[in-house]
């Protein structure tokens, strides 16, 4: 089992607002990073100590953080937004890097 | 912003040897964790090595220690993994990326702010 576990799946219709989920087990409180991948492609940052948006990105995307979960939201989801997104994390010495499992967002 | 470029991906026998690379631009190598990541087909990220700005820092996953090294050139902006002794599940596309170790500032982890498009490795007899 990962120590970030993550639903596989998330569907909204465009324009509607997804929320993708990231729980972290035995892991210390780390600031949470969060990637886009689409198919064929690397990863792309998309949201950076839990909270913050690199240039770039959309406005749509905003991530936040309570307790043990991690969120990932994206409002007026577009057709390109399908992808899969990975949180990602730290261990107890920041040095170790852990992903979870990853998430499929399918936009209807 | 920066750019990054692996190559020396290919096919190789179990038991077998690949040293990929990773050539940097656009930013100052030098003073920058340097991470690879590894993903098999149709599944997810796993970190598989950091190595810290000067090179005297080195981490791996578990599955790996012993088999792989990183290295890094910073004279010439370059990131390396030698990877030996080579199994059919380390078959899997390996991405370099910007970032990834500790921040002594904060204690927390740097993001992997700059990815490669990605090279693939197939361990296959």
């Known amino acids: 089992s990962s120590d970030l576990t993550q639903p596989p799946s998330v569907s909204v219709s465009p324009g509607q607002t997804a929320r993708i989920t990231c729980l972290r087990h035995?892991?210390?409180?780390?600031?949470t990073y969060w990637y886009q991948q689409k198919p064929g492609q690397a990863p792309v940052l998309v949201i950076y100590?839990?909270?913050e948006r690199p240039s770039g990105i959309p406005d749509r995307f905003s991530g936040s953080s309570s307790g043990t979960e991690v969120t990932l939201t994206i409002s007026g989801v577009q057709a390109e937004d399908e992808a899969d997104y990975y949180c990602?994390?730290?261990?107890?010495?920041?040095?170790?890097?852990?992903f979870g499992g990853g998430t499929k967002l399918t936009v209807l | 912003e920066g750019q990054l470029a692996e190559s020396g991906g290919g096919l190789v026998q179990p038991g077998g040897s690949l040293r990929l690379s990773c050539a940097a631009s656009?930013?100052?190598?030098?003073?920058?964790?340097m991470t690879w990541i590894r993903q098999v087909p149709g599944k997810g990220l796993e970190w598989v090595a950091n190595?810290?700005?000067?090179?005297?820092?080195?981490n791996y996953v578990d599955q790996v220690k012993g088999r792989f090294t990183i290295s890094r050139d910073n004279a010439r902006d370059s990131l390396y993994l030698q990877m030996n002794n080579l199994r059919v599940e380390d078959t899997a596309v390996f991405y370099c990326?910007?970032?990834?170790?500790?921040?002594?500032?904060?204690?927390?982890?740097?993001?992997?702010?700059?990815w490669g498009q990605g090279t693939k490795v197939t361990v296959s007899s």
């Open positions: 990326a910007r970032g990834g170790g500790h921040d002594v500032l904060t204690g927390d982890v740097f993001p992997l702010d700059v």
């Open positions: 656009g930013f100052s190598f030098r003073t920058y964790w």
């Open positions: 190595i810290k700005e000067d090179g005297y820092e080195k």
């Open positions: 035995s892991l210390p409180k780390r600031y």
């Open positions: 100590k839990d909270s």
């Open positions: 990602q994390s730290a261990d107890s010495s920041a040095t170790y890097v852990v």
